[in-house]
């Protein structure tokens, strides 16, 4: 089994691993100007549904490629000094409105984007440009969650069963929530369940968010296949394949029986997830603060995904950026 580490800091490495998130300075005050410079000047073309800017859903590839450079130009000393040799993808603003009492984000875990079954992780890097409370836009996650929500996730968002689906309100009690400074940056891993609050302050919330990965590792789409549904095909992808595309490609091209520019997938699993049990995690959660949650206490043995998957998130994002119910 591959060990990537990804933080220099063996501290914060061990807090990653542990808690599957970790808080830690990334910025100079200098570099937080220059970022809100950025966000000024691209203020005026930034879309927003519901008050939430997602630049990488909301850009066309040329456009996310510019940003992309701009953003990099300043924030790369810091991605070295506080990172191993790491690939990136995924680069943007998430910004919230002020007083946007829809901005909020429910509980979700992000794709796979590597092979996590060999030992690598993926994460999202989530810098805070201005000072992100809670009552800003903040962002909580359940710790220890990404040791046993261990599930792959996949896409095309509508289709993809994800075992938290059901139980979403009740995971969203446990969040702890991180206050951030500016210059601050949060880093989650991908499976860890994590959610924001709506902007309820009098000034917008300014994010800039990537996500990285140890550079030994290959970047994989995990996507349902429209020939054989009830599988998920695994391609492995470069570097700018999530620049060429949004979220919100994968469904159109689902919709047409086709893979993603045409590509071939290099292995492939059947969609047999196992369920959570609703009483077995309500008591683990309960619990969590005494001992770690033990996967095999609320697996429930492998079910087959239940109707009810695209509710919350994924309905919620269809709303945002097809302006329609999922
Ligand atoms: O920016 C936020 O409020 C949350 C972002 C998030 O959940 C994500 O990128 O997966």
């Known amino acids: 089994m591959v060990k990537a580490c990804i933080f220099k800091d063996n501290e914060a490495q061990k807090k990653f691993e542990e808690n599957g998130f970790v808080k830690f300075p990334f910025l100079n005050a200098d570099q937080c100007a220059a970022l809100r410079n950025l966000y000024e000047k691209q203020l005026p073309g930034m879309v927003f549904s519901n008050g939430l800017h997602i630049s990488v859903d909301a850009y066309a590839p040329e456009e996310k490629g510019k940003l992309k450079t701009a ?14 040799p790491v690939s990136h993808v995924h680069h943007g603003f998430i910004v919230k409105q002020s007083e946007s009492s829809q901005s909020q984000i429910s509980a979700h875990q992000d794709w796979t984007f590597v092979a996590e079954n060999e030992g690598f992780n993926s994460g999202t ?21 990404h040791k046993w929500l261990s599930h792959t996730r996949y896409t095309p ?40 609050v709506a902007n309820s302050s009098k000034e917008d919330r300014m994010v800039v968010a990537m996500s990285l990965f140890p550079k030994d590792a290959q970047l994989k789409l995990h996507y349902q296949l429209p020939t054989a549904p009830d599988t998920v095909g695994i391609f492995d992808v470069d570097l700018e394949f999530y620049q060429r595309h949004k979220a919100t490609d994968f469904n159109l091209v689902y919709a047409q029986n086709k893979c993603p520019e045409g590509l071939i997938p290099v292995s492939s699993y059947p969609i047999t997830m196992a369920r959570l049990d609703a009483d077995k995690l309500e008591a683990a959660l309960n619990n969590s603060s005494q001992k770690p949650i033990e996967t095999n206490d609320i697996l429930m043995k492998n079910i087959e995904p239940s109707n009810d998957s695209n509710v919350g998130f994924w309905a919620r994002m269809s709303k945002i950026i097809f302006q329609k119910d999922a």
């Open 157 to 196: 968002m509508e289709l993809a069963y994800n075992p938290i689906n059901e139980h979403r309100e009740l995971l969203a009690k446990h969040l702890v929530f991180e206050d951030l400074k500016a210059g601050e940056a949060v880093l989650w891993n991908h499976r860890t369940l994590h959610a924001s």
């Open 71 to 84: 953003l990099l130009h300043l924030i790369e000393p810091s991605i070295a000094r506080c990172f191993k």
């Open 125 to 145: 890097l989530w810098i805070a440009v201005n000072d992100v409370p809670k009552e800003r836009g903040g962002i909580g996650f359940l710790s220890g969650s």
